[in-house]
């Protein structure tokens, strides 16, 4: 398995601009997880879906950050408008829960959003 | 609430040196914690995890109920041990899955 993938890697856009990040799961996990991580606030939790439905939406910081998962193997988080307080490295990350399963999370490789 | 916090964002060290980065949480239930590890161009992943009560890459780290603590411990620092380190929480009761991240401690080794 390629683990978690994440599109794309870098994204410069102005001021204003939809963003809209991607993100493909380890198959069979059934957790997805939607992080931002700045130097000032660190490693924030935004969103979390389980199989498929979202389950704790708290940490979006507005109502222009909006996250799907229309399917087990694919989610969206889309920024619209995007600001410039927007930037930062988004990661994903996937977990398994089921019997035996450790509770760890899987990242991937992020990616980093420059708003303009 | 679930918390934790990593005092320092940046720690430098001697090689051969002893190394500990510190992690205090706090909750109200049952914790489980983990080390993840951010290597320069590498994904974020899992280093320890308390449960497992293992050694990982020389690093040990021991949950301390009475202090609330996790710290990240290893005896004498390698320079591919630099990296950021993120300690983090989840309840053993209730959402298990949910992990809450401190803010970090970049951790640099120096020759």
């Known amino acids: 398995d390629a683990g978690v993938i994440q599109s794309p890697r870098h994204e410069v856009t102005e001021m204003g601009q939809e963003v809209t990040l991607r993100c493909k799961p380890i198959?069979?996990?059934?957790?997805l997880f939607w992080y931002r991580q700045t130097m000032m606030r660190g490693l924030e939790l935004l969103i979390y879906f389980n199989n498929n439905v979202p389950i704790d939406d708290s940490g979006m910081p507005e109502d222009r950050f909006s996250a799907k998962m229309p399917n087990a193997s694919f989610s969206t988080l889309k920024i619209q408008p995007s600001e410039p307080r927007d930037s930062a490295v988004y990661f994903c990350?996937?977990?398994?829960?089921?019997?035996?399963?450790?509770?760890?999370?899987?990242f991937g490789a992020g990616t980093r959003l420059s708003v303009l | 609430a679930q918390r934790v916090t990593q005092p320092e964002k940046l720690l430098s060290v001697f090689k051969g040196a002893p190394v500990e980065l510190k992690c205090n949480y706090s909750?109200?239930?049952?914790?489980?914690l983990f080390w993840y590890v951010q290597y320069s161009r590498q994904r974020l992943q899992l280093l320890l995890r308390h449960i497992s009560r293992e050694s990982i890459k020389g690093f040990t780290a021991d949950l301390n109920k009475g202090e609330t603590s996790f710290h990240l411990k290893k005896p004498f620092a390698q320079e591919e041990d630099s990296a950021m380190y993120y300690c983090?929480?989840?309840?053993?009761?209730?959402?298990?899955?949910?992990?809450?991240f401190g803010t970090g401690t970049r951790l640099t080794i120096i020759p």
């Open positions: 983090a929480l989840s309840g053993l009761s209730g959402c298990r899955e949910k992990l809450t």
């Open positions: 990350a996937s977990s398994f829960r089921g019997i035996g399963a450790k509770n760890i999370q899987y």
């Open positions: 909750y109200s239930g049952s914790p489980e």
């Open positions: 198959s069979g996990h059934d957790y």
